[in-house]
């Protein structure tokens, strides 16, 4: 079956430190993989995507992720916490068709 | 977010009311989604079109009803809803579906 998992559903860490947002999935076939954020009261927004090529993704507000095909992961980070990326984080894997899997979300505290 | 509206940004409803949601997306985009959003869930796909014409439905109840007249608008129909159909309903859009989606703020339904 074709799934996306984020084990946990809240990462704390403290303002100016790296911070990591981990993601698994299983799909068949070549994995596209998304980030997208979610502020309160707000939809979701597109962070970064990794479709082929380098396995480092650099995207919007200076977070990157990065592809490992053997560990099947695409775990979300960031050399340097700011406060204002506090907000509920989305992994997503296409799966055909017009089929996106999100995960559940994990709710980023940065502490100031 | 001004790419992609949706209105009214909040409603209240009792369970025999009928309402609708309206998103319309200025991005040129051919196809359009209704998530459902419930606190502690994964996001729910409902509907998508694509050019207009429905290629999902993810076993929906028949008391929600979508309509897409063009590809800029859709609509998601509302009638004899249940108190669990509290949630935020999101619409998306994208360019095909391997792409990543852009969502509007959303709606907060509360089914009284």
């Known amino acids: 079956a074709q799934s996306v998992a984020q084990p946990e559903d809240q990462v704390n860490v403290a303002e100016g430190n790296p911070l990591t947002v981990k993601c698994t999935y299983s799909?068949?076939?070549?994995?596209?993989l998304f980030w997208y954020v979610q502020y309160p009261n707000r939809g979701l927004q597109f962070l970064l995507k990794?479709?082929?090529?380098?396995?480092l993704v650099k995207g919007s507000y200076g977070f990157e992720a990065e592809f490992n095909k053997s560990q099947t992961s695409f775990h979300l980070k960031k050399p340097s916490a700011l406060v204002s990326d506090s907000a509920l984080y989305f992994c997503?894997?296409?799966?055909?068709?017009?089929?996106?899997?999100f995960g559940a979300g994990t709710r980023l505290f940065v502490k100031a | 977010e001004t790419g992609v509206t949706q209105t009214p940004r909040h409603l209240v409803m009792g369970m025999t009311n009928k309402k609708s949601l309206k998103c319309e997306q200025h991005?040129?985009?051919?196809?359009m989604y209704w998530y459902k959003q419930s606190a502690k869930k994964p996001l729910e796909l409902m509907f998508v079109?694509?050019?207009?014409?429905?290629?999902e439905n993810n076993s929906v109840p028949s008391r929600f009803s979508p309509e897409c007249p063009n590809s800029s608008h859709l609509f998601l129909h509302l009638h004899t809803l249940q108190p669990e159909d509290s949630a935020l309903y999101l619409c998306?859009?994208?360019?095909?579906?391997?792409?990543?989606?852009?969502f509007g703020p959303g709606t907060r339904l509360t089914v009284t």
């Open positions: 997503a894997v296409y799966t055909g068709g017009f089929k996106t899997i």
């Open positions: 991005l040129g985009h051919n196809a």
């Open positions: 990794y479709i082929t090529g380098d396995n």
């Open positions: 998306a859009s994208s360019q095909g579906g391997v792409h990543e989606q852009y």
């Open positions: 079109y694509n050019f207009k014409e429905q290629t």
């Open positions: 799909v068949s076939g070549n994995p596209y």
